[in-house]
């Protein structure tokens, strides 16, 4: 005689769709660990989802993450280590290492950045394979890694948004849209009408982010399309009194940095003005579209922040998650960022 079924049982992905939130976000709030980056408000709607349509847990799912050898990886694409406190990666890494520890999972680091050859399947097969799954970190990517991993089934989470053509990657990202979109529509307020973004040259998908902040602030404040500019940078050595002078003359009044992990294409910007005699941010308002140069005595960048370290751990907290699932579904979590009131941008003073 054949059983009858019994009721559906809700998944996630209608959990998120309930509390209008992504999958990531109700995987984070059902994991119930402390230091997640999920606002109270968000949490309350996902809770109110869940009780909706009675989800519950699947016990046989949590119990797969028993079956692992307790070990997660770190793969990095170029040189991190050494670090200190002063390096753009290192609180990534602190908050990778201490959520992993808290979760009772060995660290396992991995790196190209040595090998001459470069990229996880230098030899030929899959390096990252002595680990249950891996969080992957770096803005100079081996995109045919990525596919090969997902072809591969292996359960990985990118600190940052990556895109592969035809497929979806896990991936925990600062949300570089909206803190952008909000500047602009800031420097609309202050009078700027001509604004250029200075992004890197390897066109990476941060910049492309930045980028659509660009224009929805535009449009949203009412600016001409023809009056945003977009440049490249490929690092300190192309930036000169010229290019600055060029700009003025050319009437831009603000210019957004996407910074790079030293900083030294916005510090060569701001020589560069002092060399051509224009003042920041009298003649010319810089924003960084990200952490900014240190302070000193008589600047603080308008910038924003991006919360490292929480990044590290939600990285570690999504992984653990793909592990407990069976299915692996991709997951995908964008987490704000804090602005940072600085004193370089200013009204536009007609002349």
């Known amino acids: 005689m054949r059983k009858r079924a019994g009721p559906r049982r809700p998944t996630q992905v209608e959990i998120a769709q309930r509390a209008g939130v992504s999958q990531a976000t109700v995987s984070l709030v059902l994991s119930e660990r402390p230091g997640v980056p999920v606002a109270e408000e968000t949490r309350r709607r996902v809770q109110r989802a869940i009780e909706e349509l009675g989800y519950a847990v699947n016990p046989a799912a949590r119990a797969l993450r028993g079956m692992s050898v307790k070990t997660i990886g770190l793969y990095t694409f170029e040189s991190v280590f050494p670090v200190d406190q002063r390096d753009f990666y290192h609180p990534f890494l602190v908050g990778v290492e201490e959520e992993a520890a808290r979760l009772g999972y060995d660290l396992l680091l991995f790196t190209s950045a040595n090998n001459a050859q470069g990229g996880v399947y230098a030899r030929g ?73 200075l ?33 490249y940078s490929a690092g300190a050595a192309d930036m000169d009194a010229g290019r600055v002078t060029g700009w003025v ?26 060399a051509a005699g ?27 922040d991006i919360p490292r370290v929480e990044i590290g751990r939600a990285a570690v907290q999504l992984l653990v998650t793909l592990l407990e699932d069976a299915e692996r579904t991709p997951l995908q979590l964008v987490v704000p960022c804090t602005d940072v009131r600085g004193n370089s941008i200013s009204r536009v003073v007609r002349r």
């Open 125 to 197: 097969r899959n390096a990252l394979l002595k680990a249950d799954g891996c969080v992957l970190l770096g803005r100079h990517i081996s995109r045919d890694d990525l596919t090969n991993l997902v072809d591969e089934g292996f359960p990985f989470v990118f600190i940052g948004r990556r895109d592969i053509d035809g497929t979806e990657l896990s991936y925990v990202a600062p949300d570089y849209v909206a803190p952008t979109t909000a500047l602009v529509e800031e420097l609309a307020a202050l009078g700027h009408r001509r604004i250029l973004l």
């Open 199 to 231: 992004r890197q040259d390897d066109g990476a998908e941060p910049g492309d982010d930045r980028e659509l902040g660009l224009r929805r602030g535009a449009e949203a404040a009412g600016l001409r399309e023809d009056d945003l500019l977009v440049e």
């Open 249 to 274: 003359d050319d009437g831009v009044t603000a210019v957004l940095v996407e910074p790079s992990e030293d900083n030294a294409t916005g510090l060569a910007l701001a020589d560069a003005a002092e």
């Open 278 to 304: 224009v003042r920041i941010p009298d003649r010319l308002s810089v924003a960084f579209l990200g952490s900014a140069p240190p302070p000193t005595a008589t600047r603080i960048w308008t910038s924003f």
